[in-house]
Every structure is written in structure tokens, then in C-alpha cells.
């Protein structure tokens, strides 16, 4: 991925807005991922080979290291907060692997993630046991120092691991597993996407409506729906010792799309006292959904963050009243716990379980300004800007409106121009 060499004077507005480089990948650039920084770039091939560069104090981004990660197409990347040291990547490859890469700071360049016969050094590894994954995504935590990984297998089935040490797979726990749509048929054409709520804490809204303030979300995508988990607090019982834990549960469901979901993403800033969602489809529409969670103005709270808060974790004591609806003496057993959870591995449905929180769903906006098939959308880290990119290879940026509706902002396509030869003079 070399820079490309410009004219400096046609070139110098050009380049102060957009760099053209080379990735140098033999094949299709399947992924790509920046850090937080903005200043590293991981891209992932159809060959299997993932490259990282780094943009130098000069502007320019130069290759730190290039290495075999999958024995094919690698389907997504992420960087881990740069807070976690050393630097991690994470990548899923077709074959169903995640897999963990640590770089190595006193390594010289080219040899940060690899070793010297040019493949990767792999710090963990999680695969399945019953079907491959399909997609990811990490959550790391800055107050508990713990890392979530969700992972969405081609069976629809999702599974989450917690663990406090991010580099290492093997002693992270099983935090919840359940499935989150039906079986696909043989032969059926599937794509599956499962996104965490890249915010530090629910919004100021989810709170006062009773939604804990370390709960974990999710959305995930499979076939033509869209769900949206929370997790609860949960009590149990063993020994006569009551524990507290947490679930997943169905919090809201999607039911606008006919068509193959391609990806889906899920907006920061959510001081907007909303959340916001984004869904690309097979049907050529991006489609931008907003989740709310309705609280009674005469519950008794003020907008005090002493207020909101002190009612959102409960009581030290997990066997109070307070903090569970049944008494001490009615603290669930571990078997009927497990029956609690409407199907334990099977679907999660919607029902009154204690700590669950109704949710709403608006759609906002319905975008058609591809006109094909839409494969990728996300929004930029404040969540003001959404971008796609579809069939037509163009990168589509919208912004919202005043109203809450989303609109087209820009458009960005690449060109081939043809050199031309200047004219010469003849005699």
C-alpha cells in the first residue's frame, strides 16, 4: 500500500483531503477496520491475508506488517481499544475461526504480527463446534476491565464470552448462548451480522426507564430480521446462596424488511436520548430505525443522576426486596432459573420477566439513493454521519435533519482518468 507518487502543485489540494494508496493485496479486499486513533488500518483479503498500516507523522501510510491469517476469505476485522496493551486485532475467516493477533512493539517493522516465514502469529482462538461463524463483535469495558465477544454462527445461533484478559480466548467464560432466529434451509442464501452497542452506557432515557447501567446490547441481523437483546439482572440459588447474574432478552424486533439483510449497524452519541439503527438490504434501501424506551413521568424520578442511577443496579444485597420483586424466602433455584429463560438455548421471546424493559421501534427514514443492492453501513464515531456503499460501488454519506429524518449529504465514486500526452509542436 504504497503512496502513490502525485504532482505536487496539481495534487497538493487533492492529497490534503483524500489519499490514493495501494493496498497490495493479490486479490479482493474483503475487510477493513481503523482503530480508534484513525491512524492504523487493517485491510483482510479473499486470499486470507490480512495487511496493517500506519500513518506516519508525514501523512503518508506506510506497511507495518503483512501476514497468511486464514486458510481463506477473511469476512471482518476489529481493533480492540487502543486502551488494551499490547495492540490486538481480531478477525473472522470464512472457515469460521475468530481468531486474536498481538503485536509485538519491539519486533522490527514487518514482523509486528508475523513471524519470519510470513504467517501470522495467533495469540487465541475460539471456533464452533456445531456450525461455522459468520460475524462478530467486541465490547470492551473500561470500568471492569472485561472484553465481551459475540459471536453469530450460520445456524443463527449467538454466543457471548466475558473474560478479563482480552489476549487470551482459552479463559474466557461462556457469558450466554441462545438462538436468535430459525435454522436457514439447505441451499438458502444467509447472511448474518451481530453488532454491540458501541456506547459507554445505555442512554439517559434506557435508565430512567429501569435498564441497568452495565447492561450489554446487541443487535443482530439473520435472513430478513432484525432483534435487538438487552441483557437483565437475574438471581439464582445454589446452596442457599443467592448469586446474581445476567441475561440476555428480547427487547424490541424488527419486522420491516422482505429482503436479505446485508449488514447492519448500530449509532453512537446516544445523549440524543434515543438509540438509532441502520440496516442495509437486498432490496436497495437503507433503512434507519429508532429505539426508544417510554418511562411514566409520574414515576416519582427526577432527572438527578443520583436519581436515575441509584435505582438502575438495585441493592448490594442481591436477596433484597428492593432489588428483585420476590422476597427472600422465593429466591429462584438454578433449575427454575433455567426455566425462567424463555428456552435456555432455544429463541428468545419476548416476555414479563423481571428486569425487562419495553422498547419501541420508529423508522425514521427509508433511503433509496443507491438503486442496488446495499452490501455495508455504518456511522462515524459521533454518530452524525451514515455511510453505504453498494452495487454501483459508491460510497453514500447521509446526515440527519432537524425533523429526525436522514437525508443525502455526499457521494463518493471512483474514477479511472486516462493519461493524456501533452501536444508537440511539428517544424
Known sequence: MAHLPINEDAGAVESATFDIIQHGHKDLVQAIAFNAYGDRCATGSVDGKIRV??????????????????????????????????????????????????????????????????NGKTVSELRSGRSPYRSFSVKHDEVTRCTYVALLAADGHLTVYEGEEPETLTDYVKFDDFQVCAKPNRGEETCFKVRFDPNPEPCYTALRAGVPTDALSLVVSG??????????????????????????????????HNHLIRDVAWAPGNYRGYDMVATACQDGFVRVFRIDTPFSKDDGKTWSLANILGNTRGDENPTSGSSHPRRQSQVPSGIRAEIDKSGTHGERTSTDLPGQVQHTIKLLSKLSAHRSPV?????????????????????????????????????LGMMKARMTAPPTNVG
Open 53 to 118: 498500516f500506519n500513518r506516519h507523522q508525514d501523512g503518508i501510510w506506510r506497511l507495518c506488517d503483512n501476514w497468511k491469517a486464514h486458510a481463506g476469505e477473511i469476512l471482518e476485522l476489529q481493533w480492540l481499544p487502543p486502551t488494551i496493551y499490547p495492540n490486538l486485532l481480531a478477525s473472522l475467516g470464512i472457515e469460521g475461526r475468530f481468531r486474536l493477533w498481538a503485536e509485538d512493539p519491539s519486533a522490527a517493522p514487518g514482523r509486528r504480527f508475523s513471524s519470519r516465514d510470513g
Open 375 to 411: 452490501w455495508r453501513v455504518g456511522f462515524d464515531d459521533d454518530g452524525q454521519i451514515l455511510g453505504s456503499v453498494g452495487d454501483e460501488g459508491k460510497l453514500m454519506c447521509y446526515r440527519q435533519l432537524p425533523d429526525g429524518s436522514w437525508a443525502k449529504s455526499s457521494e
Open 223 to 256: 435472513l430478513t430480521m432484525v432483534k435487538v437483546f438487552r441483557t437483565r439482572d437475574t438471581v439464582t440459588s445454589s446452596f442457599g446462596a443467592a448469586t446474581r447474574g445476567r441475561e440476555f432478552y428480547l427487547a424490541t424486533e424488527i419486522r420491516e
